[in-house]
């Protein structure tokens, strides 16, 4: 893959100012394993620079009508079209997904700051009678602290951009140190777009997002990351009782019922299974498929994993690049190591390309023991297990024996029964016949360990407000 190296010096944005620091953080392309950039490394003088600059802008920026702040989340959309080769470059280098998901990724990541423009969390009017008037006011919170993750840099951090913004918050917005490239681009675009102060994008080390879950002058974290650091942030951000919204990991369950047609199911299965190398938090993680169907069901999806491409991005026919850090690598390396070791009986290892890169073979184990690692850990990796059930309570059973609830998906041609079992799956989102389906108007989050609240919807943009309840007695 050609490497591109920044031409100039990558910033951060603070109170309206596109600033570089003496620190830096190296930026690898994990398809090569080359340094593409450095990025600044903010201080703890940094952060308090731009959570004063996003609290001295929060007041005119909450009382500045809706339909303003809506119109620039259109232009930042705008924004993001208008240099959408760009960014998708950046992302994929940075990243390693694929050139046509890199791309995808721009594209939701402007759809949603549009979409998102377009909602509105009017004032209810709860009663109204000759001598009492209730109405539910939706009022914002200050500044919001935003923690994104590696895996989808720019679409998660618009998931909380966008309706921060709208709703009237003012925000210093943190990307994973791993994936900081495209969101600090978007920063540098954005940089005379709102209000000095109203959206601040910083970059720093391991330090950066424990500063920000303690800072006394952020009022919420919204933090899309695992599970693990979701509970520190929680904890950290008791100091002041910050409001939280969690959305973590997850160890998504596929049923595939017993009339499911193996063909037709195998190629959705692989890519709910498979999509982003496996790095995707709502990835199935765990195939219960029915015994009178298994063997043909593995077949088949055995056979459409031959038919796709591993290895560099940056070639159009490639299908799954690599694992995005050589953390992750080593991570899903040695649980490859222990999946063998166990004996458990591998099904396809496919190809990776030779020379460097954080490259790991698609990987189908078959009906590995309930109880190992590869079943009850999220691997976040292209390692899959397909696990055999006879009776659907028993599969519905073993799909909820987990800490985790973020979603879940059943396939199959009777929709009644299959609206049934998704029904009985404890998790925040389950599709049926089709997986990661998301939309701006969707409710999205995790139950039990895999989050606290919900982002978009409307319930989501109450997530980024307080509610405050005005009484009148009129006579
Ligand atoms: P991570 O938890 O290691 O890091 C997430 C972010 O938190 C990064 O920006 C990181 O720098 C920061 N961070 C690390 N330690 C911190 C701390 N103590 N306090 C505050 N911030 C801290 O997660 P990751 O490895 O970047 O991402 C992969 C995980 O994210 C997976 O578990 C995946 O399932 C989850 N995820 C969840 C969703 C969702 O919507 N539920 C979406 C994508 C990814």
């Known amino acids: 893959m050609k490497t591109i190296t920044m031409k100039k010096p990558v910033g951060m944005l603070i109170d309206g100012e596109y600033i570089q620091t003496k620190k830096t953080i190296p930026v690898i392309n ?5 340094v593409i950039a450095e990025v600044p490394n903010a201080s703890r003088d940094d952060l308090n620079r731009a959570v004063a600059a996003a609290k001295a802008a929060y007041p005119a920026w909450s009382k500045c009508p809706v339909e303003e702040r809506a119109q620039l989340l259109v232009k930042l959309a705008d924004l993001i079209d208008e240099n959408k080769e760009e960014l998708t470059e950046l992302l994929m280098n940075e990243n390693g997904k694929p050139l046509q998901m890199s791309r995808t990724e721009i594209e939701g990541a402007s759809q949603w700051y549009r979409e998102i423009a377009s909602q509105r969390l009017e004032s209810e009017t709860l009663e109204d009678t000759e001598e009492h008037k209730v109405v539910l006011q939706y009022v914002p919170l200050g500044v919001v602290g935003a923690i994104v993750p590696w895996n989808f840099p720019m679409n998660l951090a618009a998931w909380k951009i966008a309706p921060a913004l709208l709703t009237g918050n003012t925000l210093v917005v943190k990307p994973s140190p791993n994936t900081p490239l495209s969101t600090l681009r978007m920063a540098e675009l954005a940089k005379d777009l709102f209000p000095k102060g109203v959206l601040n994008i910083i970059s720093g080390g391991d330090d950066l997002g424990p500063w920000m879950t303690a800072h006394e002058g952020i009022n919420k974290v919204s933090f899309t990351g695992s599970t693990q650091t979701g509970k520190k942030v929680l904890e950290s951000a008791s100091g002041n009782l910050k409001r939280t919204t969690l959305e973590l990991g997850g160890n998504d369950a596929a049923i595939v019922l017993p009339d499911a047609d193996p063909k037709e199911v195998a190629e959705g299965l692989f890519w709910a299974a498979f999509s982003n190398t496996g790095q995707v938090c709502v990835d199935a993680k765990r195939l219960y498929i029915h015994e009178g169907i298994y063997d043909e069901v593995l077949k088949e999806m055995v056979t459409y994993a031959k038919s796709v491409q591993v290895g560099d991005p940056s070639d159009p026919q490639t299908g799954l690049g690599p694992l995005q850090n050589k953390m992750q690598y080593d991570k899903v390396k040695d649980l490859i190591q222990e999946t063998k070791d166990s004996g458990a009986h591998i099904a396809y290892e496919g190809e990776i390309p030779s ?8 990987m189908i184990v078959d009906n590995p023991s309930e109880d190992s690692r590869l079943v009850q850990e999220e691997p976040f990796g292209p390692i899959v297990p ?38 009985r799956l404890e998790t925040g989102t389950v599709w049926i016949n089709e997986a990661q ?9 995790g139950h039990k360990e895999s989050g606290i609240g919900v982002e978009h919807g409307r ?17």
Not at 355 to 360: A, D, Q
Not at 395 to 408: E, I
């Open 30 to 34: 994990p398809s090569n394993e080359e």
């Open 355 to 362: 020379g460097k890169g954080y490259y790991i073979p698609v």
């Open 459 to 475: 319930a989501g943009l109450a997530a980024f407000t307080n509610s405050r309840t005005v009484m009148m007695k009129k006579k």
């Open 437 to 445: 389906v998301m939309q701006p108007d969707f409710p999205f989050g």
């Open 386 to 423: 397909l696990l055999k059930y006879n009776d659907i309570d028993e599969a519905v059973k073993r799909a909820n024996d987990t800490v985790y609830g973020l979603a879940g998906s059943v396939w199959g041609k009777d929709l009644e029964l299959a609206y049934d079992v998704a029904s």
